[in-house]
């Protein structure tokens, strides 16, 4: 009987092949591997699935709220200059001429121009009156050929202030004469260069008083302050060397505080505004007329609007109870047409 048996050398050559290439076995354990793979990721997938679902909720829930109240007192801090001074607003006020507007013959009115100790170019007008009868502003006036600073509130420009200046001196050349009002705007309204703050409205106010003065350097002067305006006339005001020259001030629908003028606007608890102004350095607009007017000592006439929708009125008696050292203060409740007046002792 023939045995036929392999080579020696290619039996060592098969054993050698079969335990290098394992292909019969790679197949099945690929299979297994696979089918381990997947019902491990189908747990995994679940699992973190239900785990994913869990965290989204909590970061909906807590987050989204957590990012709009850090989103608002971060307005508040970088933005807060234009939230108060809008010389923006209404739209297109920043380009309107003195030429555009429609003035009464009976008013002369020209464009001025002051120049600040920080260079920066204020514009205003000048507006001056003519014979009509008036028996409004006898409370107050009592010297001839006065001069009123007006300082305007915080939007706008002077040129929508005409109406005002119209009537107010329209009524009162028959006890006045020759009464002129100077209206300059701050820095960044009209066509005024620089921006807005408190401490550039303080070196306007000082930079228009002393311009005023050098052009009229024997008239009497009165500074009448519209609510922003109110806080820049007590500022300048209470200036000592100022307030000795001064015959009086006019102020209309002025706050005590921008702390008190946030907590009005913004009483609810859960808003960041009212604790954000109580932070010195985070605060940068303070105008804390309530302390201001504690030291001026030179008659003061307060206006106050029972319409006004932003300032309460409540302010307004604050600050007429708070100027203790003024010789001579009165406050005058208005009305849309007429003046109520009311005395607080």
Known sequence: MNVHRIPPIYARSRSVFLQNNPYRYRQNDKNIVSLYNRKFTIWS?????????????????????????????????????????????????????????????????????????????????????????????????????????????????????????TKLLLYSTNIVKNLQIVAIGYRGYWFSTGSPSEKGLKIDALAIYESVRALYPKNPIYIYGHSLGGAVALYLASNEKIQKDLKGIIIENAFTSIKDMVTTIYPQKWLPYKYLVNIPFLNRNKWDNYHMIQGIKIPILFLSSRNDEIVPQEQMIELHKKAKMSKKKQLKFLSMNQYQITTIN
């Open 45 to 165: 997938n679940q699992e973190g699935l239900s785990n994913f679902s869990w965290k989204t909720a909590l970061l909906i829930f807590f987050g989204i709220p957590f990012t709009v109240y850090l989103y608002k007192c971060t307005m508040l801090v970088l933005f807060q200059n234009k939230l108060i001074y809008m010389p923006f607003l209404p739209f297109g006020t920043r380009k309107l001429t003195l030429e555009e507007m429609r003035i009464d013959k009976r008013l002369e009115c020209k464009q001025v121009t002051v120049e600040t100790p920080d260079k920066c170019k204020l514009a205003g007008i000048i507006v001056k009156a003519r014979n009509v009868d008036n028996k409004i502003t006898d409370v107050l006036f009592d010297d001839l050929e006065p001069i009123i600073i007006y300082f305007q509130g915080n939007a706008g420009n002077m040129l929508f202030r005409i109406p005002i200046f």
